[in-house]
């Protein structure tokens, strides 16, 4: 197929509860969603890059001027695309995953539909349903975390992850345990602490919990395999983890034992498959983590983790963790599950009268 226009849309994406971690504070969500025009349809991508470069190098402005200026003009120049083909295409961009996952997304989406394939499908899922997750930010207090925590448990979610930094992590981590009971636990310190830190770390293995995540810097693999051999909980990697074969030399190395598989910071949906088949072969354990996507990338998010591997509940809310309207029908939990989309593509339409209403500028047309 030929790629006829790439259009760009920046849409303001109000949270319904402020949302807080180690990086700092969101009340909102500045989201850039991808529509890729070919010859065969149209399809959609989310791009999962946060406003400001706090959690990563790549931040929204950053994502538009790299599509604009590198990826769309290279696509719209090949004679013909495919998904499979997209990476080698903009190969020659360095780094800027989230950028190209948002384009390669869009293509996927199109590709698809237009052969009536879902991407549980063309993924190879396992399952029609996932089991979901919540996250939980670093709240003012205690009793405000507990009442959080309290309401999602009650909604069903099959395992609380809460996020930590130095100063907020023993103290909220027991409380919620005492209140959960045996619900699966794990925490999420976004690369906060230091060497210095390991002995305190094992101070949480008495929480039994699922995991610890990405404690370290994300270039630091030495000192999370130090963290490794020193507690009993098990080291998981997030930021850390860009490709399948840095997935394999982390594994390998002994750095973690679990991986966090996003499909936005590996660079796309297809690179995801890939991390997860090399986890897979050597028996290791993912789960799908979440950027506080809309309903454009839970559907994806959602139809990745119903692969066989994908056997630790991850991030994928319902759409009412995050917001009051989404911008396609909403997720919605049942048991604690979600269904994984079967229709063609993603699975779901976008609602076009939502992003002319939270639009933050008209949309940027590149053909």
């Known amino acids: 197929m030929r790629i006829l226009a790439i259009e760009l849309y920046r849409v303001a994406m109000p949270l319904v509860r402020p949302f807080e971690t180690s990086f700092g504070r969101q009340h909102s969500r500045d989201v850039l969603l991808v529509r890729a025009r070919t010859t065969v349809g149209d399809g959609w991508g989310e791009c999962v890059a946060m406003a400001d470069p706090v959690y990563s190098s790549e931040y929204v402005d950053g994502c538009e001027a790299v599509i ?6 290279a696509l719209l120049a090949a004679d013909d695309v495919t998904a499979e083909g997209v990476a080698g295409i903009l190969g020659f961009v360095i780094g800027h995953r989230m950028a190209k ?4 997304t869009a293509v996927l989406d199109a590709q698809t539909r237009a052969e009536g394939v879902s991407f549980g499908e063309y993924f190879g899922a396992d399952s029609d349903t996932v089991d979901c997750g919540v996250s939980v930010g670093i709240a ?3 009793d405000e975390l507990l009442a959080e925590v ?3 448990v009650r909604e069903g979610y099959r395992r609380i992850k809460l996020k930590i930094k130095p100063g907020w992590d023993l103290e909220p981590v027991r409380a919620v345990r005492d209140l959960i009971g045996e619900t699966a636990l794990q925490v999420d310190a976004n690369t906060a602490y230091t060497r210095a830190d390991i002995e305190h770390l094992g101070l949480l293995d008495e929480f039994d919990l699922l995991l610890i995540e990405q404690p370290f810097v994300e ?6 395999i130090a963290l490794a051999r020193a507690i009993a909980t098990p080291v998981c990697l997030d930021e850390s983890i860009v490709n399948a074969e840095v997935a394999v030399d982390a594994i390998e190395r002994g750095a973690t034992s679990i991986v966090n598989i996003k499909a936005g910071r590996v660079g796309g949906y297809l690179e995801a498959v890939r991390v997860h088949d090399v986890c897979a072969e050597l028996g290791v354990p993912v789960w799908c983590g979440g950027m506080l996507e809309t309903g454009v990338g839970r559907a994806a998010n959602v139809a990745l983790a119903a692969m066989a591997n994908f056997t630790l509940p991850g991030d994928t809310s319902g759409s009412s963790r995050y917001f009051a309207e989404d911008l396609t029908e909403p997720f919605v939990l049942v048991d604690g599950r979600l269904t994984v989309p079967t229709g063609p593509g993603s699975g779901v339409e976008v609602r076009e009268e939502l992003l002319a209403e939270w639009a933050l500028r008209a949309p940027i047309t590149l053909s």
């Open 68 to 73: 604009r200026g590198y990826l769309a003009p």
């Open 101 to 104: 996952a948002a384009v390669e």
């Open 140 to 142: 003012g207090s205690i």
């Open 150 to 152: 309290d309401g999602y």
């Open 219 to 224: 270039e630091d693999i030495l000192t999370h």
